[in-house]
């Protein structure tokens, strides 16, 4: 990545750019798995590397290829991150409940998620990210392999986890950010392309952001 | 449950582990079983009765016993019985260690060193008539092999294997189960790898323990120590086999059967726990658990190798402190080592310095990997 400079407020951002454009690069700096070899990635003003635990712990991230314990059932995995998040037992309890109600796998919550379709997988690493009620929600393509169906009950849990925190939401599904995000950041050639509202980058010329897109990657010969 | 306790719990319910602690145990109780000796099982009972020191009224107490298969033998093995310690001069194997090596230098200096050292306790082991007890009388050399090469030789081996195994699956876990971007961006982050290293720790100090508490009952049910106990393991019927010679068995502190085999245990649980510390170190930077494992087993072998190979006799002499090679000389613990080692206490020593140098190695890798990209 070179040469980029955002800046995160509360509301969703969605992350759009074709594949290998460097959407999860970015989300590994931002999630303090890669490190940056020039510049800075700040927090309330501090660099992200220095805050270390104190960063993680308003950090809540669901990655591309969420893995999971096979044979643990959402209540044990949700009790095992939620120790790693460092909150006490009965609030883990309570939260899980929760947050597997919230994402309506509270019938299955002692099942071990063997058994689980791709959707209800998709489901538990939502709740896992939420555990610590963080400042910064990131999803590294939280829709893939999600049925249409899942993908529209997956974009509302969103709009309603935004209204007080950060969400990053990166894919390269154009519909899974047109209606729920309050800025679209591009890139191309893992250069910052744009970051602005949907309706500023579509303007008066394109009906969708599907065609903003469309028209951005087709003249890069990347779409 | 606290991070430890989950680590745990993912560790020890691994269905491959299970498997292998099981199958140790019964190949351990299948092999101690068969270890059984009537005439050690006679010894075992008689030295309740004569004591184990020998002299006129050990002697006697052999009189008293009651006639059987095996009591003739005893008394013939354990009267007139020579101490073999007596005017015992440990200048011939250093001659002969300085020879067979074709030390010179410091390192001649330093092997003369040891033996000169090991007089003193030869000598002491003489006065106190250690070399005087009667421990097996004369199957003691098979009955203390049977004990302390082969069945604790099993146990350490089974102990390292999976102490290493542990701690790699512990470290891997995350990588096998592709939970490292999830695991490693929590709070704990990657400090997670220190839980992690108690825990696997923990697990295998515990199922080393598992191992040895189980085997060595099961033996001792098979093969009672009765009075034999008490016995002095520098016993003048007790010997060193090595490549160059075989001698008395003389330890460098004077320790009776019970003594040495608490000072024994406590050896291998620091070799288990080296093989821990091993394992945890390259855990770090190979996170698949089964690449790592293959890796530890070139690292062993390279280790093995440099001695033999090695032209540079301190380069060997160092080595031969190794855990892996602390556990092939396994049958020579805190005696003097013969030509191999250069050092008083080698097995203290070895395993005191590999676990220094493996807690190093551990702490850079953990800085290493605490500034690792995880791609």
Known sequence: MENISLEFQNGVYGLLAPNGAGKTTLIKMLTTLIFPTKGQILYDGVEISQLD?????????????????????????????AA??????????????????????????????????????????????????????????????LDPKERVRFRNLIAGLAEDR?????????????????QVIMFKDHTLLCCDSPEALRGDRFANLEEVFMHIYDEAGIA | MNIVGHELKKILLFPALIGFVVLALAL?????????????????????????????????????????????????????????????????IADFAVEWRGLSGLNERL??????????????RQQAGDSMTVYFANITYMRHQALFNYTMGALLFQGIILAALIMLLSIGYENSATTEYVVFTTKTGRKVNRHK???????????YAVLAIVTLTVYFAFNPMGGTWGSNVSSGFNLVRDGFMARPFVTWHSLNVAQYLMAFLAVSLGIVLCFSFMAYAVGLWVRNSYIGFLLII??????????IYSPFHMLSFAVNQSPIWLVLMRDMWFTDGGNNIILPHFETVGVMGSLAVLVVIGMFSAAGFKRRNLL
């Open chain 1, 166 to 182: 950060t969400v990053i939401l990166s894919t390269h599904i154009v519909s899974d950010i047109e209606s729920i995000a309050h």
């Open chain 2, 197 to 207: 290293l108690l825990a696997g720790t923990i697990a295998g100090v515990g199922v």
């Open chain 1, 53 to 81: 635990e104190a960063y993680r712990d308003v950090l809540g991230y669901l990655p591309q290829d969420f893995g999971y314990y096979r044979n643990y059932s959402p209540m044990q995995f949700l009790g095992y991150i």
């Open chain 2, 298 to 307: 070139a690292l062993n072998g390279v280790l093995y190798l440099l001695p």
């Open chain 2, 111 to 124: 092997m003369r060193w040891k033996y000169a050292r090991f007089q003193y306790a030869v000598d002491a």
């Open chain 1, 84 to 145: 790693l998040k460092g909150i006490d037992g009965s609030t883990a309890k309570r939260k899980a409940l929760q947050l597997l109600e919230l994402v309506a796998l509270t019938e299955v919550k002692d099942k071990k998620m063997r058994k689980f379709s791709g959707g209800m997988i998709q489901r538990v690493g939502i709740a896992q990210a939420m555990l610590n009620d963080p400042k910064i929600l990131i999803l590294d393509e939280p829709t893939a392999g």
């Open chain 2, 28 to 92: 351990n109780i299948a092999i101690v079983s068969t270890m059984c000796n009537s005439y050690a099982n006679f010894i075992a009972n008689a030295t309740r009765t004569t004591g184990v020191h020998l002299g006129t009224a050990f002697n006697e107490a052999a009189l008293q016993l009651e006639s059987g298969l095996y009591t003739d033998t005893f008394r013939l093995h354990t009267s007139n019985v020579v101490d073999v310690l007596y005017g015992y001069d440990t200048r011939y």
